[in-house]
C-alpha cells in the first residue's frame, strides 16, 4: 500500500477526552474516529487490526472444534422477556419498536437467542456436543463509555456457547476453549493472567476471566508470584492469620476512651499510638431488607462480594449516614460490634485481633481491649479484600495485587438458560434432559485497544506482528530516480514473499516520516534513500527496539528474504506450543 494513496490522517494532538494511552494513539495515528459517546468508525488502518484479532480468533475456534453462526442483532423482546433479563437489563438495553408497535431491543448478549436456536434444532444426545460461535457487534447503554475502544456502547465481540448432556462433559467443552483462549492471548502477544471470578450473580458454576496486567486496568486482581493461583480481587483468597497476642483469659478489662472528632483509623491511630492492625473497624451495610455490621481488621477492607455470599444475598450496599445514626445512636466514625444489636459479620482476620480498638457506638468515644469471643460475638467468615504480601491459598506463597483489562471471559452455566427456556436434548432413554451450557467471550473491539495498552511507548504503537496493520513500514526518503527504483523494487520483492508493506512515498520531510513510523508502530521499519544506498543498501531497524543505535543496514539484494524471515520468526515466537 502506497500512504499517499492510503487514509492515514495522524494528528499531532489528541482530544482532550482521550486519557488511556490506546485511546490517544488509535485517534492520533488515524486508526480510529468517534462518531458519539462510546461509538466508534475504524479507519483502514484500524480495521486491519480489527479483522487480524478476528482471524486468529476464528482460527483457533475452529481448530478447538467450534462452529460459526450469525445471529441477528435486532432482536424481539420475547426473547429476553422469557428468562426475565428484558427487565433485568434496565437501562442498559437500546430498545426501540417497530411500525407494528412490537418491542425490540439491540443485543447486548445471545445466550437467550442460542438458547433458542439450540432448543429448535438440537433434538437428541447424538447431535451433541455442539459450540456455536460468532463475531457480532453488541449494543450496551453503558453509563461511562471510555477509553475510546476499551468501554463503547456498541463494540464487537466473539461469543461462543457450548451444549453438552451433563456437567462433566460441559466441563470438557469448557476445558477446551479455556485452552483455546490461552493459545489466542498468547497469539497477540499478551501478558495476561486466568483469573477466578464471582460465578454466582449469573446462576453458574466457573467462572474464570483472561485479564490483560496494565497499569491502567479497571480491575484488581490477585495473583501467586509462584504458581498459577489468581483471582478477582473481590473474590481472592488467603489462608486466615493466626491468633497473636494475649489470650481472652488475659486480656485487659474494656476501657472507654474519649477520642472527640476521630472518626478515622488513622485519627485514632495517631491518637493512641496504636497500630491500624488492632483496630476492628465497624461497617454498615444494607442487605436486602437487613441492616447488617462486618467488622475488619483496621487495615483491611471489606469485599462487598463476599460479604453479599456470606449473607446469601445478591448484593449489598453502603449503608447511608442516617441509616448509621440510627442504629447505632452514634456518628459515623464511631460504630462498634459492643452492644450492636443487629446481624454481625465478622472476618477471620478480625476474629484473631486479640486487643483490639474499636467505636463504642456513642460519638467521639471508642473502646479499647476488645476482642471477639468476649466482647461481642457475630458470624465469622471471610469477608474482606486480600492484600498485597498475603499468602497464596493453593501454595502458600506471597500474593501480589495488579491491575488488569478483561479481555476474555469463560463461564460454566449450567442449565440456567436451558431450564429457563425449556431447551432440553432426549436422552439414551428417550428422555427429555436440559442442555448444559457453558459461554465464552471475547472483547474483539477491546483488543484493539488492550493490545495497545501493553505495547506502545513514548512515541507510538509497537504492534505485535500478528496483529500488526502492516508488517512493514518503507520509508521513502528523497525522489531521485534510482531511490525510487529501488524502493520499487523492494516493495514488489516483500509483496512477493507474502510481505504486507507500507510504503510512505508522500513528499514529505524525512522527520515527519520517521516520527509517523514510530507512532503508527508497524513492527519492521525500512528506510531507503540516497544516504542508505550509499550505504549500501536499505536500513533496517525493530519498532521494539527503540533507539537510533539499534539501524543497520541491509544489502539490496536479499533485503526482502531477510525481512520475511524476520516477520516469520517474531509470528513463530509469539506463537503457542504445538504441544500446549
Ligand atoms: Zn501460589
Known sequence: MRYARALIPTLKEAPAEATSASHVLLIRGGYARKVGAGIYSYLPLGLRVLRKI??????????????????????????????????????????????????????????????????????SYRDLPKNLYQVQTKFRDEPRPRGGLLRGREFIMKDAYSFDVDEQHASESYAAMRAAYERIFTRFGLKFRIVAADAGSMGGSRSEEFQVLVQSGEDELAACLQCPYAANLEVATTPPYPRRGPSLSELAPREKLHTPGQGSIADVAAFTGIAATSFLKSLLYVAGEQLVMAVVRGDHAVSEVKLARALGVSEVKLASAEQVRAATNAAVGFAGPVGFTGRLVVDRDAATVSDGVTGANETDYHFLHVAHGRDFEGEVADVRTVVDGDLCPECGATL????????????????????AMSATYLDEQGAPQPLVMGCYGIGISRLVATILEQHHDAD??????????????LVQLGREADVQQAVLELERALEQLGVEVLVDDRDERPGVKLKDADLLGMPVRLTLGKKSLESGGVELKLRREPGKDRTRIVALSGAAEHVSELVQRALREASPSEAA
Open 54 to 123: 478476528e482471524a486468529i480468533v476464528r482460527e483457533e475456534l475452529d481448530r478447538a472444534g467450534a462452529l460459526e453462526v450469525l445471529l441477528p442483532a435486532l432482536l424481539p423482546a420475547e426473547y429476553f422477556q422469557e428468562t426475565g433479563r428484558w427487565d433485568e437489563y434496565g437501562d442498559v438495553l437500546f430498545r426501540l419498536r417497530d411500525r407494528k408497535g412490537g418491542d425490540y431491543h439491540l443485543g447486548p448478549t445471545h445466550e437467550e437467542l442460542i438458547t433458542d436456536l439450540a432448543r429448535r434444532e438440537i433434538r
Open 460 to 473: 507510538g504503537m509497537i504492534w505485535p506482528a500478528a496483529v500488526a496493520p502492516y508488517a512493514v513500514h
Open 400 to 419: 501480589g495485587t495488579y491491575r488488569g483489562i478483561e479481555a476474555g471471559h469463560v463461564f460454566l452455566l449450567g442449565t440456567r438458560y436451558s431450564e
